[in-house]
């Protein structure tokens, strides 16, 4: 088999079952390297299209169709009008209301809610209500450092103020803005300026500028999938209503690997967590919700967001935003200039970096800072710093590279020691540096 | 009962077979229907409108005995339809629903992907991305898939290697900002 037969049939491979032409393909691709470079490069990018989840349907989907069909039964025999197909529509709308009612009850009695079923249906009912806001703004505050990514938590931090909004309709935009850090999603584009370096980015609305706050801006899934897990029995979730209240409360355990602890509690995901959100009971809609963690044997709570308001008219300008002139770039791993030596790993990375700085060569410094120029800022604090250790990289928690630990004299004479965050999981497999700085 | 697994042979008459129909085939369908429209309301509106015109015409589907496939076949042809007349609310802005035992940020965060995902397919040739969904995602046959969408298997081999191809150019160049984009600056 020559390879432009083996790539035209390797497609079988990707099939449910082999084919007759399965077994030559295979041993023209144990032979040839060319091939089985592009048939693992198909390999992958299957893999990666393939979903983490697959989308069901949501848990009234069943008794609303249901109710449809049994009203065009109902439309079929009202069309032929003579009164015993008169009362057989009235018995088939019984038995129609008595399947929805049966469908939607099913789900109550084997729900994890404690018996509570008034409140459980009370959270169904606030996800439908929440589903025809036009719009939400939360107010709130989390313990973070201004200017660092919005998924850094710390119980030490002191709190920062949080505020976020999010327009459904006409279009969908959203902004979210902390002291030191903006996003904003104008409906075609998200851009991220952190005004304490003056630099920024542009990229497509789902880039991940603010990572987990993104859920928030749509509570009606959280809340859908809260209410999900806990009727599949997949979550440690417990619901109250009292004084017009009602109040969900789930605990969540903390994820990543932590054979080094580094990364645990530095985010919510990387923390043994609890979320807890409150209704109100008449409007049905969120009226708050608080985040805690477990650090250091004592409950922490490191994000609120205590006045959310809806249907409120947002302006244009919020969602509009004016990027400072002299405003450094963020550039992507494509974009930077490649480096004078060869960089192979972590370790290589941060030596690179830091060398840079000591010999204030700024052309080498952005073949692994991510940046059109590098800050004044940065070369005043860190210019001439004398390299004291580079020590042994190490992963932690869910950040997809590594950490490398490092000792620095800085110009002014004092010892700074912290850890270079760095990775590579960028299609070029280019090393950079992303933080720990 | 009927389960996802069990072939359909006849086209359901009575209510009571619908129902069966519906609790069996309803999470493939949304599913389907989620990859070809984005968003959880359309894909649930969609599908709801196949059950319905399934039930009225079960009279002249009497022969039909591919009963999944037909009606993955009749949810494709509305999917098109939607995407004709698509008035509702943008793709991000709808609750989704992904089976999942994960926590409830990392399920919002899949949802996430599977909108980025979406994106990503709807930036190359519809035909080919209807492939690769229908097969990757609905995880049918190459048989199954040249059955609803009325073409032959070689047909459906080639624009799933041709989608593939493009799609791995679209998500080289878009992977290098969302890369970038994330984590930046981690204390």
Redesign the interface.
């Known amino acids: 088999m020559h390879c432009k037969e083996a790539?035209?049939c390797?497609?079988?491979l990707?099939?449910?079952?082999d084919t007759p032409e399965s077994g030559p393909v295979r041993e023209h691709l144990a032979k040839c390297p060319a091939c089985r470079i592009y048939f693992e490069?198909?390999q992958e990018?299957?893999e990666?299209?393939?979903?983490?989840?697959?989308?069901?349907?949501?848990h009234q989907?069943?008794a609303?169709?249901?109710n449809?069909?049994?009203h065009?039964?109902a439309q079929?025999a009202a069309s032929t009008g003579t009164n015993w197909r008169w009362n057989g529509w009235l018995r088939?709308t019984v038995?129609?209301c008595a399947?929805a009612l049966l469908i939607l009850l099913i789900p109550m009695l084997t729900g994890r809610f404690g018996g509570n079923h008034q409140a459980f249906t009370a959270l169904a009912q606030s996800?439908d209500a929440m589903?025809a806001v036009q719009s939400i703004h939360m107010t709130g505050r989390m313990r973070t450092?201004p200017?660092?990514?919005f998924?850094?938590i710390?119980a030490d931090y002191d709190y920062v103020p949080l505020e976020m909004w999010r327009q459904?309709?006409p279009?969908?935009k959203w902004r979210v803005e902390k002291p030191g850090r903006i996003v904003v999603m104008d409906?075609s584009a998200s851009t991220?300026y952190?005004s304490t370096?003056n630099s920024y980015?542009t990229?497509?609305?789902?880039?991940?500028?603010v990572?987990?706050l993104?859920?928030l801006l749509?509570p009606?899934?959280?809340l859908?999938?809260?209410l999900?897990?806990a009727r599949?029995k997949?979550?440690d979730a417990t619901i109250a209503k009292a004084n017009g209240t009602i109040t969900l409360t789930?605990q969540?355990d903390a994820?990543g690997d932590f054979k080094n602890s580094w990364a645990k509690n530095?985010s919510?995901?990387e923390s043994d967590h609890a979320?807890i959100y409150t209704f109100d009971a008449a409007t049905k809609l969120l009226k708050s919700l608080r985040v805690s963690i477990r650090a250091g044997g004592q409950e922490v709570t490191v994000l609120e967001l205590n006045d959310i308001r809806y249907d409120e008219v947002l302006p244009d300008s919020l969602f509009a935003l004016q990027i400072p002139a002299g405003a450094t770039q963020?550039?992507?791993?494509?974009?930077m200039s490649a480096p004078a030596t060869a960089i192979l790993d972590p370790k290589d990375t941060a030596t690179y970096f830091f060398n840079a700085f000591a010999q204030e060569d700024w052309s080498a410094l952005l073949s692994v800072y991510?940046a059109s120029t590098v800050p004044d800022g940065l070369k005043k604090y860190y210019g001439h710093v004398t390299v004291l250790s580079i020590g042994q990289p190490f992963q932690s928690g869910l950040?997809p590279g590594y950490f490398v630990p490092y000792q620095i004299r800085l110009a002014d004479g004092s010892v700074k020691s912290h850890n270079l965050?760095v990775?590579n999981?960028?299609?070029?497999k280019r090393w950079?540096v992303?933080?720990?700085f | 009962m009927l389960t996802t697994a069990q072939p359909i042979s006849a086209w359901p008459q009575t209510?009571e077979e619908?129902?069966r129909l519906?609790?069996a085939t309803?999470?493939d369908?949304?599913?389907f229907a989620?990859?070809q429209l984005g968003n959880?309301e359309d894909?649930?509106d969609a599908?709801?409108d196949v059950?319905?015109q399934a039930?009225?015409d079960r009279g002249k589907r009497r022969h039909i005995t591919e009963v999944r496939l037909y009606l993955f076949r009749m949810v494709r042809n509305r999917c098109i339809d939607f995407h004709r007349l698509r008035l509702r609310?943008?793709a991000?802005?709808?609750?989704?629903?992904?089976?999942?035992?994960?926590?409830?940020?990392?399920?919002?965060?899949?949802?996430?992907?599977?909108?980025?995902?979406h994106?990503l397919l709807e930036g190359i040739p519809s035909r080919e991305a209807e492939v690769?969904r229908l097969?990757?995602?609905s995880?049918?046959?190459?048989a199954e898939v040249a059955l609803i969408v009325g073409t032959s298997v070689p047909t459906v081999?080639?624009r799933?290697?041709y989608g593939?191809d493009k799609?791995?150019r679209v998500?080289?160049v878009?992977?290098?900002?969302?890369?970038?984009?994330?984590?930046?600056?981690?204390?």
């Open positions: 790539i035209r390797m497609t079988g990707f099939d449910k079952e490069k198909q990018l299957i990666r299209v393939k979903q983490p989840g697959r989308v069901a349907a949501s989907f069943g609303r169709t249901m449809a069909i049994n065009a039964a079929e088939w038995a129609a399947t996800i589903s450092i200017g660092d990514n998924e850094l710390g459904f309709n279009s969908s409906g991220l952190i370096a980015m990229a497509s609305p789902n880039a991940g500028f990572e987990w993104r859920p749509d009606q899934s959280i859908q999938n809260e999900d897990a599949a997949q979550s789930v969540s994820k530095k919510i995901l979320c963020i550039v992507t791993p494509a974009e991510p950040y965050a990775r999981d960028n299609p070029q950079m992303d933080g720990g | 209510i619908f129902e519906v609790q309803q999470d369908l949304v599913n989620f990859h959880q894909a649930e599908v709801q059950y319905v039930y009225r609310r943008p991000d802005a709808v609750t989704d629903q992904v089976a999942s035992s994960e926590d409830t940020f990392s399920v919002v965060a899949e949802q996430e992907q599977s909108k980025e995902l994106r690769i097969r990757i995602l995880e049918m046959s190459f081999k080639s799933f290697r593939l799609l791995r998500l080289n878009e992977g290098e900002t969302r890369c970038t984009a994330k984590k930046l600056f981690v204390a």
